[in-house]
């Protein structure tokens, strides 16, 4: 392990990070707010930057992977302590540990808040809290497309074989350019949706918030109703379409960017997902008609909030589904676990998994109807190569395992068997509010500090794909 050459890396992160720690404090210049937890934050994160980068910058710059995933896991780790700051120190919670939940909860694109009180905070904090969101979005694309397929994670190599584009294989030469790709796409489609957004009433500082949330999937909002304050059906429809846009793979929008306009079509992960989005909205609404609303309309326009919100793991809502249907609130957990697309800012275990193992599990019920066939497993007109299926397996047990383990933890804390089963999926899903006690209307700040811890570890393994982290545990890993 480099660690030189990783406390460099870090510092240079901490140096971009209180760059950005900036337009929080424009928006708390603007509504002449005590600047001070936002300029102190600023000014430790760029020197302890600037100290790490100084006195560990080395002339070799090559990671090799293992210094990779240290580095993405550190990373994630270091930016929650900082970004955590500005919370801490302006005395907007209660303790560290409710203001790094917060942190991690935002850099994770998670959503899940310990906040009882949303609208009483300043804007720039506010600004802060959902720019963690964006910046933490953005970062997770760039490692999953660059960074997983080292790994052998599975989902990420067949997406890789079957769609070339800006997918680097290598942390190095390929990575600048292809974070550079990525962060004009993503910056281009925040732009429209901040706009189309201010089109339907947003100010400037609401819809940057809520873009932040919607194309980082994670759900912050500025309000403590989250979207359904506002009460109109052109900024529910505005985000429900980048919510799924924010839910593809970012490499599919490159490509349509790019001319090739057959790109969604052409990909098997994709049709999947729609087909899960648009099957799940007609059964909500068809059952929120019946039992809900009054009208169609607002049936389907709740209904598909509701779905694309928890299937892209955004965690946005503008109703409080705990009072629907019992048979929508499960359906809505399965939602959970299926997640968005690989090369997304969404979480979950993903669809490209959920397709290969429902795949894999038909096939084998079909070579119990013919013993001697030989059936090939395909994505599409491709075959899946033997180790992406076993990774894929692997990945699955592992993301059970430990939430189940999770789940039985928070259940010895005292907390009900709904709010400890729905707390780890809605953190190791990144998806923010579940059912229970930190059901829509609710949060996390009953939670009791070992509980918060464990779901501190959730985020951050869902978040990064289980492997990236847990393989530091393993002693290989520290051996030359």
Same mark, same amino acid.
């Given at each position: 392990?480099?660690?030189?050459?990783?406390?460099?890396?870090?510092?240079?992160?901490?140096? @971009?990070?209180?760059?950005? !720690?900036?337009?929080?404090?424009?928006?708390?210049?603007?509504?002449?707010? %005590?600047?001070?937890?936002?300029?102190?934050?600023?000014?430790? =994160?760029?020197?302890?930057?600037?100290?790490?980068?100084? @006195?560990?910058?080395?002339?070799?710059? $090559?990671?090799?992977?293992?210094?990779?995933?240290?580095?993405?896991?550190?990373?994630?780790?270091?930016?929650?302590?900082?970004?955590?700051?500005?919370?801490?120190?302006?005395?907007?919670?209660?303790? @560290?540990? %409710?203001?790094?939940? $917060?942190? !991690?909860?935002?850099?994770? =694109?998670?959503?899940?808040?310990?906040?009882? $009180?949303?609208?009483?905070?300043?804007?720039?904090?506010?600004?802060?809290?959902?720019?963690?969101?964006?910046?933490?979005?953005?970062?997770?694309?760039?490692?999953?497309?660059?960074?997983?397929?080292?790994?052998?994670?599975?989902?990420?190599?067949?997406?890789?074989?079957?769609?070339?584009?800006?997918?680097?294989?290598?942390?190095?030469?390929?990575?600048?350019?292809?974070?550079?790709?990525?962060?004009?796409?993503?910056?281009?489609?925040?732009?429209?949706?901040?706009?189309?957004?201010?089109?339907?009433?947003?100010?400037?500082?609401?819809?940057?918030?809520?873009?932040?949330?919607?194309?980082?999937?994670?759900?912050?909002?500025?309000?403590?109703?989250?979207?359904?304050?506002?009460?109109?059906?052109?900024? %529910?429809?505005?985000?429900?379409?980048?919510?799924?846009?924010?839910?593809?793979?970012?490499?599919?929008?490159?490509?349509?960017?790019?001319?090739?306009?057959?790109?969604?079509?052409?990909?098997?992960?994709?049709?999947?997902?729609?087909?899960?989005?648009?099957?799940?909205?007609?059964?909500?609404?068809?059952?929120?008609?019946?039992?809900?609303?009054?009208?169609?309309?607002?049936?389907?326009?709740?209904?598909?909030?509701?779905?694309?919100?928890?299937?892209?793991?955004?965690?946005?809502?503008?109703?409080?589904?705990?009072?629907?249907?019992?048979?929508?609130?499960?359906?809505?957990?399965?939602?959970?676990?299926?997640?968005?697309?690989?090369?997304?800012?969404?979480?979950?275990?993903?669809?490209?998994?959920?397709?290969?193992?429902?795949?894999?599990?038909?096939?084998?019920?079909?070579?119990?109807?013919?013993?001697?066939?030989?059936?090939?497993?395909?994505?599409?007109?491709?075959?899946?190569?033997?180790?992406?299926?076993?990774?894929?397996?692997?990945?699955?047990?592992?993301?059970?395992?430990?939430?189940?383990?999770?789940?039985?933890?928070?259940?010895?804390?005292?907390?009900?068997?709904?709010?400890?089963?729905?707390?780890?999926?809605?953190?190791?899903?990144?998806?923010?509010?579940?059912?229970?006690?930190?059901?829509?209307?609710?949060?996390?700040?009953?939670?009791?500090?070992?509980?918060?811890?464990?779901?501190?570890?959730?985020?951050?393994?869902?978040?990064?794909?289980?492997?990236?982290?847990?393989?530091?545990?393993?002693?290989?890993?520290?051996?030359?």
């Amino acid at each position: 392990m480099q660690l030189r050459l990783l406390l460099g890396f870090l510092g240079i992160l901490l140096i @971009f990070l209180s760059l950005f !720690m900036l337009f929080p404090l424009f928006f708390a210049f603007y509504y002449k707010e %005590d600047i001070t937890p936002l300029s102190t934050s600023f000014l430790i =994160t760029l020197v302890v930057g600037l100290l790490l980068f100084l @006195f560990f910058r080395s002339p070799k710059r $090559e990671l090799r992977i293992r210094d990779g995933f240290a580095l993405v896991t550190l990373g994630w780790i270091t930016s929650a302590f900082f970004g955590a700051l500005p919370f801490y120190l302006g005395h907007f919670f209660p303790s @560290f540990v %409710d203001s790094y939940f $917060e942190a !991690m909860s935002g850099f994770t =694109t998670t959503g899940a808040s310990v906040l009882t $009180e949303i609208e009483h905070l300043p804007k720039g904090i506010l600004f802060w809290r959902s720019l963690t969101h964006w910046l933490g979005g953005m970062g997770i694309i760039v490692f999953s497309l660059a960074l997983l397929p080292l790994l052998g994670v599975g989902g990420m190599q067949l997406f890789k074989a079957e769609s070339p584009g800006p997918v680097a294989d290598k942390i190095k030469p390929r990575i600048a350019e292809t974070a550079k790709t990525l962060w004009k796409i993503y910056i281009l489609i925040s732009g429209v949706e901040a706009f189309l957004l201010m089109l339907g009433g947003m100010n400037l500082f609401e819809a940057l918030c809520h873009t932040f949330g919607t194309m980082a999937t994670g759900g912050f909002s500025t309000k403590n109703t989250s979207i359904g304050s506002y009460n109109s059906a052109f900024i %529910d429809w505005v985000i429900i379409i980048f919510m799924v846009v924010a839910g593809a793979n970012f490499s599919l929008h490159y490509r349509f960017l790019t001319g090739k306009f057959k790109s969604y079509f052409n990909n098997t992960e994709f049709k999947f997902y729609i087909a899960v989005i648009v099957v799940s909205i007609v059964i909500f609404t068809i059952i929120l008609r019946l039992h809900i609303y009054d009208n169609i309309f607002s049936a389907l326009r709740h209904g598909a909030f509701q779905v694309c919100s928890i299937m892209t793991t955004t965690g946005y809502t503008t109703a409080n589904f705990e009072k629907w249907p019992y048979f929508t609130q499960f359906f809505l957990v399965i939602l959970m676990f299926i997640g968005g697309s690989a090369g997304s800012t969404g979480g979950g275990i993903k669809c490209i998994r959920i397709y290969i193992l429902l795949k894999h599990g038909y096939r084998e019920l079909l070579k119990l109807v013919h013993p001697k066939a030989v059936i090939s497993l395909k994505m599409g007109k491709k075959a899946i190569p033997y180790d992406i299926l076993q990774s894929i397996w692997g990945f699955f047990f592992l993301f059970m395992f430990i939430f189940v383990l999770a789940s039985l933890a928070m259940t010895l804390l005292g907390l009900d068997i709904i709010t400890s089963f729905v707390s780890v999926a809605a953190t190791i899903n990144n998806i923010g509010p579940g059912l229970g006690t930190v059901g829509p209307a609710e949060n996390y700040a009953h939670i009791p500090v070992i509980g918060k811890w464990i779901l501190i570890f959730c985020m951050l393994v869902g978040r990064l794909e289980l492997y990236t982290v847990i393989v530091m545990f393993i002693p290989e890993f520290w051996k030359k």
